[in-house]
């Protein structure tokens, strides 16, 4: 990996190495592998922040797949697989320094970030680097744009946004509002592409409204797309702005359907909304009960039990429950795993270029790239809120 790097990434280095490698609660770093062989896998999360409950929810799956595959041949000799685990904070300017972390601890490819924006902040450094990197569930499309050294296992938001505004116009809506989050890459992405995805097909945008990052008064907002009479508002926010949005949304009586994406899926959303969160439909990548492939069944057996193993985990998941970024987590390592494999060697680069060309079988289904780094999904699970949890509803693909 050899490369010059700029004056910027210099600086942050330096500040990183000074104020040391932010760690994930009980993360698996602190252990040395007692093989002399090792090829290190840097874990690039929110586990804090306001991304924190999906991110850790991530790390989880990752966690899972290190202890089923902690070692890998190379060359005839046997390596053992550090996760290195640095702890992003839901920040873009965490992001960038603990992003050059990972890069003076000599990962030989990194694993992150739930958070799109978090992601198109560090890509640079990663590039510049030329580490390779796999997200397993960016979803918008800048975070593999232009980089040649990003990946990801997740379908894109384009095509989520098109997947819920479909599902709204087959359920009846034609009129919907949106709200989204300023300075947020993620919620501003996929309000944008539903949006003209429901235009598209014909319904009416009847009210656009924006909430800055924090805010938890969303009375002013909710009381103009009252006004405006949706059938459906579509929301996409973090965990923690999501049961506040769908509270105050109910107590000033608005009846419209609310629809989010993959960040909605997580219990904390059930358990603080309470009743207020029945009928919220939302979009993701993987259903635990969808158990038609071998894969995906043994991963669920495996997983939860796991998880039932460790009471930090189990409470921080909230409960056994097999989110959908838990199983993008784990994919993310096997596709990593297998590039090393089919690279044969711990340098960065000639991963990189194995990564082009991997084909195989995830959890969430085939894994392959495009020429972006993107993988070739083409279909979404919808679930809705029901009896205080979320029930498999249906499938949506589209071209």
């Not at 609660?25 to 804090?48: C, L, M, N, W, Y």
């Not at 379908?155 to 359920?171: R, S």
């Not at 690279?343 to 085939?366: F, K, M, P």
Request: glycine share 10%.
């Amino acid at each position: 990996m050899k490369k010059q790097y700029t004056l910027l990434v210099v600086f942050t280095l330096i500040i990183a190495l000074i104020a040391g490698c932010a760690q994930t609660p009980s993360a698996p770093t602190d252990e040395q592998p007692s093989s002399d062989k090792v090829i290190r896998i840097g874990v690039f999360q929110p586990v804090t922040g306001e991304n924190g409950g999906g991110g850790f929810q991530e790390v989880l799956g990752i966690r899972y797949a290190h202890e089923k595959f902690p070692t890998i041949d190379i060359d005839g000799e046997t390596y053992a697989i550090e996760l290195v685990e640095v702890d992003n904070k839901s920040d873009k300017t965490e992001a960038v320094t603990v992003a050059a972390n990972l890069v003076s601890r000599q990962v030989s490819i990194v694993i992150g970030s739930y958070g799109s924006g978090v992601s198109i902040a560090a890509g640079p450094t990663f590039e510049e680097a030329q580490i390779p990197v796999i997200a397993p569930s960016a979803t918008n499309p800048q975070v593999t744009e232009g980089n040649d050294y990003y990946f990801r296992v997740c379908f894109l938001d384009p095509f989520q946004g098109k997947v819920m505004a479909t599902y709204a116009i087959d359920n009846g809506a034609t009129k919907a509002a949106v709200i989204t989050q300023l300075g947020d890459d993620y919620s501003s992405g996929l309000g944008n592409f539903f949006l003209k995805a429901f235009a598209d097909l014909g319904g009416e945008i009847v009210s656009e409204q924006q909430f800055q990052t924090n805010q938890t008064d969303f009375k002013a907002i909710l009381t103009n797309i009252k006004a405006a009479d949706p059938d459906v508002i579509f929301a996409p926010s973090s965990i923690a702005t999501a049961p506040l949005l769908i509270k105050q949304a109910r107590e000033l009586g608005i009846t419209a359907q609310i629809m989010a994406g993959d960040t909605w899926e997580n219990q904390t959303i059930i358990d603080n909304a309470g009743e207020d969160a029945e009928g919220v439909a939302i979009s993701t990548f993987f259903d635990e009960n969808d158990t038609s492939t071998p894969l995906a069944g043994e991963f669920v057996t495996g997983f939860k039990e796991f998880i039932n193993a460790n009471s930090e985990y189990y409470n921080k998941n909230g409960g056994d429950g097999v989110a959908a970024v838990s199983a993008l987590g784990y994919d993310a390592y096997l596709t990593a795993y297998e590039a090393i494999k089919a690279a044969q060697s711990t340098d960065s680069v000639a991963i990189r270029d194995a990564l082009v060309g991997i084909e195989l079988e995830g959890v969430t289904g085939a894994i392959a790239f495009d020429e972006n780094g993107d993988a070739k999904k083409n279909m979404a699970y919808i679930k809705v809120i029901q009896g205080g949890q979320f029930t498999f509803d249906k499938t949506v693909m589209t071209e």
